[in-house]
Structures are given as structure tokens and as C-alpha cells.
């Protein structure tokens, strides 16, 4: 049996599963910023502007589904990660002005002008914003926080998929050229196979 650690019994303002990681190496305060800052990257970079960038991608049905996969993707991926911040001690910005400010990727505002390369463009790159960000999450708590890791591995097995996607269509698009993603879109729209917290956070 493992033996007691620096939570006292019944202490409610220490966490056990907070000072085995911080035991393992990880900077828990550090973990928490990056993921509030991945958690605005996904709801108000990307989710919020992908609905935007999804309209103006009227006239193309294709590119619109691809689109909308991504978008709600990454509304999974908000509600995936948002409890884990809670669980290591850390909470949203009560504001939420201040939540989009502190945001890892840039804003998917429409581009100017919003042409159908322009959209997919910005898509492409706010994906590969997303695989740099989830990547470093990765990297700081793999064999140290498995929770965090498994979450955010999922993730980022999404956020790849999602850039093959948008190369495909891009290269389609612009080149006139078949860089195949090797994925199709979801069965159910933004089925989320690896991210989605069933039963619990997503309708
Ligand atoms: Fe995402
Ligand atoms: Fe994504």
C-alpha cells in the first residue's frame, strides 16, 4: 500500500492527484496556464470564428461539412480539457473578454477578403497552431500526468486529422492538385472519435 505524502487526512485544500504529478516533475501552475490557454484556443479561436468561416464557405457543401467536423471538434475538445483545470486547482477567467485574450493560437477571424483559398488557408493554419499546442501538452506530462496526457493526446489526434483535412482540400482548391488526407468526414457531424466526453459534457 502506498504510504501517506504531504495531504493531510481529510485536507480538502490539498489534492492528492495534484502532488504525485508535482512529485513526478511536472510545474502544475505552468500545466494549468497552457491549458487555459489551449482551452481558449478551442472555444473562442477557433470554435467561435469556425462558425463564422463556416457560413462563408457557402456554395461549397463539401468544404462546409469538413468545416463543421472541425468546428465542433473542437467544441469537444473545450469540454474534454475544461474539468481537468478544475481538478488541478486551476479555474476559467470569470471573463470572458480577459478567457479570449489569453488565448495559445490566434484568432480564425474571417479573412479579407473571404474568399473559399483565404478560408481554408486560415483553417489550415489554425490547426497547425492547435498540433504545436496539444504536442507541448504531450510533451510536459507524458510519463509524469497520465490523465492530462491521455486527454491531451486525444486531442491532438483530431487536431492531425484535421490538418490532413485541410491540406486535402486547400491543395484541391488552389493547385488543382490531390494530396489525399487518407480521412473522410465523420459519420455524425463532429463526431469527435478520439475527444468527445460521452454521456457527460456534449449533447
Ligand atoms: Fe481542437
Ligand atoms: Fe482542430
Known amino acids: 500500500m502506498a504510504k501517506g505524502g504531504v495531504v493531510k487526512h481529510g485536507d480538502v485544500n490539498s489534492r492528492v492527484?495534484?502532488?504525485?504529478?508535482?512529485?513526478r516533475g511536472v510545474d502544475?501552475?505552468?500545466?494549468i496556464k497552457?491549458?487555459?490557454?489551449?482551452?481558449?484556443?478551442?472555444?473562442a479561436s477557433t470554435y467561435y470564428y469556425y462558425t463564422i468561416l463556416r457560413m462563408h464557405l457557402a456554395g461549397h457543401e463539401d468544404y462546409k461539412e469538413i468545416c463543421e467536423d472541425a468546428?465542433?471538434?473542437?467544441?469537444?475538445?473545450w469540454e474534454l480539457i475544461v474539468p481537468r483545470i478544475y481538478e488541478l486547482g486551476g479555474e476559467l477567467p470569470n471573463d470572458l473578454p480577459a478567457f479570449h485574450d489569453?488565448?495559445?493560437?490566434?484568432?480564425?477571424?474571417l479573412p479579407n477578403p473571404p474568399t473559399v483559398v483565404n478560408i481554408l488557408t486560415l483553417l489550415l493554419e489554425s490547426e497547425r497552431c492547435a498540433i504545436r499546442s496539444?504536442?507541448?501538452?504531450?510533451?510536459m506530462t507524458f510519463g509524469k500526468d497520465p490523465r492530462t496526457y491521455d486527454m491531451a493526446a486525444?486531442?491532438?489526434?483530431?487536431?492531425?486529422?484535421?490538418?490532413?483535412?485541410?491540406i486535402e482540400l486547400l491543395a484541391h482548391e488552389r493547385d488543382g492538385k490531390s494530396i489525399p488526407s487518407g480521412h473522410f468526414r465523420r459519420g455524425t457531424p463532429g463526431d469527435a472519435p478520439y475527444s468527445k466526453n460521452r454521456g457527460f459534457y456534449n449533447p
Open 17 to 23: 492527484g495534484v502532488e504525485v504529478i508535482r512529485a
Open 28 to 31: 502544475v501552475e505552468k500545466l
Open 34 to 43: 497552457m491549458l487555459i490557454a489551449n482551452a481558449a484556443a478551442e472555444f
Open 71 to 77: 468546428r465542433l471538434e473542437d467544441r469537444a475538445h
Open 102 to 109: 489569453q488565448a495559445g493560437c490566434e484568432a480564425a477571424k
Open 134 to 139: 496539444w504536442s507541448e501538452v504531450c510533451d
Open 154 to 166: 486525444r486531442i491532438l489526434n483530431e487536431e492531425v486529422e484535421h490538418e490532413a483535412w485541410f
